[in-house]
């Protein structure tokens, strides 16, 4: 049976989440940048560890799906700590922590703030420190100086409307780097990725592996996987990945 609530973040504004008991190592899934906790990979994961009886937890960060808060007011630091709320306040005992393509970047913030609550990472098309390396430099001089000027320039999107980039989305990006130094994770990491991502390149998850000191690393490469890697194949691909991290 999933439990439906929210928890209340640091400032009070309240997070949306649903979660299931069940055996450890738990599993949190953390969503991607605009995305929320309905899409198709967490209830897929739902489905599967409700199943398996394994503990589950998703949320929505501040601005997102059904929690509070303004998108336009967040930043990586902040869907950070709200993510960490949910880690310290809604599981228990070692985590498998599951990022979709922002995601990656949360669970690598939390994996280095609190690497013993870790039983290992998964991430999917991970897109760390996105708004330095593969966001800003797409802009062009005017979309730049817009960010700048207005502090927001609001961004096409092939999945619906537009998204907001504000000025101090990308300057906490910058303070949230971790492609700038060694990530000392000791648990398994485990990447998956379509090499048909227009968004987050599968080149770029070598960086990430690179910076991953731990040797327990293994990145596997779906050649004909697009960004969302959401389709039937690409679900079970994730779920007998958890799966033997489990085992």
């Known amino acids: 049976m999933e439990e439906t609530g929210t928890i209340a973040a640091a400032d009070g504004t309240p997070l949306a989440y649903r979660r299931t008991a069940g055996n450890g190592p738990g599993i949190l899934f953390l969503g991607g940048f605009k995305s929320n906790m309905a899409g198709a990979k967490a209830e897929a994961l739902s489905t599967w560890c409700q199943e398996k009886r394994q503990a589950f937890c998703r949320f929505d960060y501040q601005g997102h799906g059904a929690s509070g808060g303004a998108f336009t007011d967040g930043t990586i630091g902040r869907w950070a700590a709200d993510a960490a709320t949910v ?7 070692p985590q498998i922590l599951v990022g979709s393509s922002m995601g990656g970047w949360i669970a690598a913030l939390l994996a280095r703030a609190q690497p013993g609550r870790l039983h290992a990472m998964v991430g999917i098309a991970p897109a760390p420190d996105f708004t330095e390396e593969l966001m ?9 100086a817009t960010i700048a000027r207005e502090g927001v320039w609001t961004a096409p999107s092939q999945y619906g ?9 990308i300057e906490d990006g910058r303070r949230q780097s971790v492609l700038g130094g060694k990530l000392p994770f000791r648990f398994p990491v485990r990447i998956l990725h379509g ?6 390149p599968w080149k770029h998850a070598l960086r990430f592996i690179e910076a991953t000191e731990g040797d327990d690393v293994r990145i596997t490469l779906v050649k004909d996987g697009d960004h969302r890697l959401s389709r039937p194949q690409d679900l079970a691909l994730l779920t007998s990945t958890i799966s033997r991290l489990i085992a």
């Open 87 to 93: 880690l310290d306040n809604l599981t228990s005992g």
């Open 136 to 144: 800003w430099p797409q802009f062009s001089p005017a979309i730049r």
């Open 161 to 169: 409307e537009g998204y907001p980039i504000t000025r101090a989305l």
């Open 195 to 200: 090499m048909r991502d227009t968004e987050v």
